[in-house]
């Protein structure tokens, strides 16, 4: 029954930086590790980073060391901030649990390009 609903996204110039939100219905998120996917075309879909519920963060290897993800589980909200963004990044990002176990939301938009 928990949906996700992604915002944030946009078009920036390489080296950019964006804040990804993302909006958990459902009074039991708090306890589910979370994570940020992303779909490039022609690509198949990625996890790019996970958040335990306390907190502890994960990164796949591109966005290590240039995304940070947090959690406010009083809010049900998931972050993903994006520094030092690469034409690579452009994608559609989405929100689920980790492992994935729900609908995937429609996802937000993030366009790298100069």
């Known amino acids: 029954q928990v949906h996700f609903v992604e915002s944030g996204g946009g078009l920036v110039q390489p080296g950019g930086s964006l804040r990804l939100s993302c909006a958990a219905s459902?009074?039991?998120?708090?306890?589910?590790?979370m994570g940020w996917y992303r779909q490039a075309p022609g690509k198949q879909r990625e996890l790019v980073a996970r958040?335990?519920?306390?907190?502890?963060?994960n990164y796949a290897d591109s966005g290590k060391r240039r995304f940070t993800i947090s959690r406010d589980n009083a809010k049900n909200m998931v972050y993903l901030q994006m520094n030092s963004l690469k034409p690579e990044d452009t994608a559609v990002y989405y929100c689920?649990?980790?492992?994935?176990?729900?609908?995937w939301g429609q996802g937000t938009q993030v366009t790298v390009s100069s």
């Open positions: 689920n649990f980790f492992p994935q176990s729900a609908a």
């Open positions: 459902g009074r039991i998120f708090s306890i589910y590790t």
């Open positions: 958040i335990t519920n306390s907190g502890s963060p």
